[in-house]
């Protein structure tokens, strides 16, 4: 079965000539909305953790911990000899430029890292900070993940983002200046959004320099606000079938080049309320390729048609 849209694992393959690992790691930052600066309350969807290896710090496993432990985790599952430091949990640029200029070499001394990714809000760089990463790109390789998850304000507003989508193109548009690789996260299946709203995204990241994007689907966990509106029926997830069926017609309106990092989310079991599918990662990737095959579709096979649409 042929692959139909460009994977980041093959990417990585094609720059570094093997297999790249990323190491998710949390550098205990915070987030501005969470801090009172826009909000304390956060995304409806964002629990204490923030994402992935949230709060690693607070429970006494510091940065030279994590690293070292994820490349030895790495070396035996993957035999990976090559490794991306992934700046994951909260905001990760939401500090000074010499402060993070500290964190971030000091992950990149490891033995075998190639790579930065940072994960952030596209209200949190200016000049200084994108200057930094810069200078880092002269050696490394380097991303920087910005949530957008809906190109509507309206829903920015209802899942409590603290920014709309002009700022997401503001962010983009500036990163842009300095040559930096730019990931998108997208959200499907958003409280109050129909098929034809998540196509609106798919146009709207087509229209600006986006070289990835990450995917995954609604998922709802406990210590949320979104698992209290959940819980009062006020929101739903999308079935499974739904969910690939909606992420093809995303896809197809993607330029063929966009590496797509994530096709799907991957939750922590433990605190996952639903939709339950969605901690099958290997089953949902392998019927997402399955149903490309069957629809005759590929990433990018109406992009022309997204271009004319917007």
Request: glycine share 10%; with cysteine.
């Amino acid at each position: 079965m042929s692959l139909r849209y460009r994977d980041y694992n093959s990417y990585l393959k094609e720059l570094f000539g093997e297999r790249v690992q990323k190491i998710s790691l949390d550098a205990g930052f915070s987030c501005p909305n969470r801090d009172g600066t826009i909000s304390t309350r956060g995304c409806i969807y964002c629990d204490s953790r923030g994402s992935g290896t949230g709060n690693l710090i607070d429970r006494g496993m510091g940065l030279e911990d994590q690293i070292t432990r994820g490349i030895s985790f790495a070396e035996k599952k993957y035999k990976s000899k090559k490794f991306i430091a992934y700046f994951q949990s909260f905001t990760n640029t939401y500090g000074n430029a010499s402060h993070l200029r500290e964190i971030y070499q000091s992950a990149l001394n490891h033995t075998g890292m190639v790579g930065l990714s940072v994960g952030t809000r596209p209200d949190c760089v200016d000049h200084e900070i994108l200057g930094l990463l810069s200078d880092i790109q002269k050696y490394y390789l380097v991303w920087v993940e910005y949530g957008l998850q809906s190109a509507h304000d309206l829903t920015l507003s209802r899942i409590n983002r603290g920014h709309d989508a002009a700022c997401f193109k503001r962010a983009v548009c500036l990163t842009k200046e300095y040559g930096i690789n730019i990931c998108a996260h997208v959200i499907l299946g958003l409280p109050g959004e129909d098929h034809e709203m998540m196509m609106d995204t798919a146009r709207f990241v087509c229209g600006l320099p986006i070289d990835g994007i990450k995917f995954h689907s609604l998922y709802v966990t406990g210590g949320t606000v979104l698992s209290e509106m959940y819980m009062r029926g006020e929101c739903r997830c999308m079935e499974r079938d739904e969910y690939i069926e909606t992420l093809i017609d995303f896809l197809e309106l993607l330029p063929p080049e966009i590496i797509i990092q994530r096709i799907t989310g991957d939750p922590n079991a433990s605190e996952l309320i639903a939709p339950l599918w969605a901690l099958e990662k290997s089953m949902n990737v392998s019927l997402i390729k399955r149903r490309l095959e069957e629809r005759g579709t590929w990433q990018g096979k109406k992009y022309a048609k997204s271009i004319a649409a917007r």
